[in-house]
C-alpha cells in the first residue's frame, strides 16, 4: 500500500526531528513511525486523514472503475 512511498523513523530520531518531520508531513510526506523496529504509528497530512475516513479517495476511484467497466463492456 504506501510502504512504498513512505519513510521510516523511530520514535528517538523523531523526538531529535520533530519540526523539520512536521514540515514534511504538511507538505505530502508520510512517515512510519517505529519503536524496537514495530511499527507503532503513521504521520500523514491532515487531507490525506480527513479523505482516508470520510472514504471520499474511495468513492471517486470507484465512481472512475464503473466508468472504465462500462468501456469493457460495450
Not at 7 to 28: A, F, H, P, T, Y
Not at 38 to 63: D, F, H, N, R
Request: proline content about 3%; hydrophobic content about 35%; some cysteine.
Amino acid at each position: 500500500m504506501l510502504g512504498d512511498f513512505m519513510k521510516n523513523i523511530n520514535v528517538n530520531e523523531l523526538q531529535n526531528k520533530i519540526s523539520q518531520v512536521m514540515r514534511e508531513v504538511e507538505v505530502g510526506e508520510v512517515y512510519q513511525v517505529s519503536r524496537y523496529s514495530k511499527p507503532v504509528a503513521y504521520l500523514v497530512p491532515q487531507s490525506e486523514y480527513e479523505a482516508a475516513v470520510s472514504g471520499s479517495g474511495c468513492k471517486s476511484c470507484m465512481a472512475d472503475l464503473r466508468k472504465i467497466a462500462k468501456k469493457i463492456e460495450k
